[in-house]
């Protein structure tokens, strides 16, 4: 199994993110991580010195994953289509095969309660994004076709289908009337200030590629002052961006919290 950057911790309803841990080491009972699909314990582990990989999760001493885990047979699937073996897999390609999506339904649970609320976009904004996207970037159009990616649900979902432009995305959200998580392919041209301090930043709208209508990312008031530096930079320039995508009224957008981790330059 290789290298997997979330796990499960005891029973909360929030994933941990393998930095969030690496942070506060101390914090944590290092006996209670779990695979998020089988549940099988996990150890966590620092990065060795010397090596650019940063922490992770790996596979307890002796306990294997579960014949049901859909991580495993992720896993499984891609080593078979390359045919190779486990210890060959690219770093890059376990940043994918081990990513967990946040699933829909629980977005509007999340909503209610603060501390799952705080819980939940810290995971979001964790470095664990922006590994993600990384490798995503480096992925060639046609590989990105081969991916499945695993939702804290435990069902599956078609990397391809997980980056959008903003078209495609108002088109799902009017179809499905429900927020969910994905990866906003887009260009800023424009920064607002909002009454209250918040800032919005609208997207390029052109007549071609899927960005023919309205779309907005928005960094709310209390998350304003620790992206400012960055706030300008994002002008005109192609990302990805994985956060929520939702419907606030007439206006489609995806909040911000941290352009450094959410937020990945193509150009
Ligand atoms: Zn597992």
Known sequence: MPRMSIARYRNISNNID?????????????????????????????????????????????????DS??????????????GIEEKDIPESIANILSMIIPYAKRLNDVKRNYTEREMFIK???????KRFLKSIKDLSPNEVNLFEILTEDNQL????????????????????????????EGKINDIQEVTGGSIRLNLTISKWYNRTKPFHLFIPKSYV??????????LNKKFFCYAVAEKSGDFFKM?????EHQLLFLD
Not at 69 to 82: D, W
Not at 157 to 184: A, G, P
Not at 225 to 234: A, D, G, H, L, R
Not at 255 to 259: A, E, G, V
């Open 123 to 129: 995971l979001l904004s964790s470095k664990v994004t």
């Open 18 to 66: 393998c930095y969030t841990v690496d942070n506060s080491y101390s914090d944590f009972d290092r006996n209670s991580f779990t695979c998020v699909s089988c549940n099988v314990k996990i150890e966590f582990s620092r990065e060795p010195k010397n090596s650019t990989l940063g922490p992770f999760f790996k596979n307890w001493k002796n306990i294997s994953h579960l």
């Open 157 to 184: 979902v078609r990397l391809k289908d997980l980056v959008l432009k903003q078209d495609e995305i108002i088109e799902k959200l009017n179809q499905t009337q429900m927020s969910f998580v994905c990866i906003l």
């Open 225 to 234: 002052n620790k992206n400012e530096k960055s706030i300008k930079k994002v």
């Open 69 to 82: 885990c859909k991580i495993t047979s992720i896993v499984n699937n891609y080593l078979q289509r390359m």
């Open 255 to 259: 909040d911000l919290y941290s352009i």
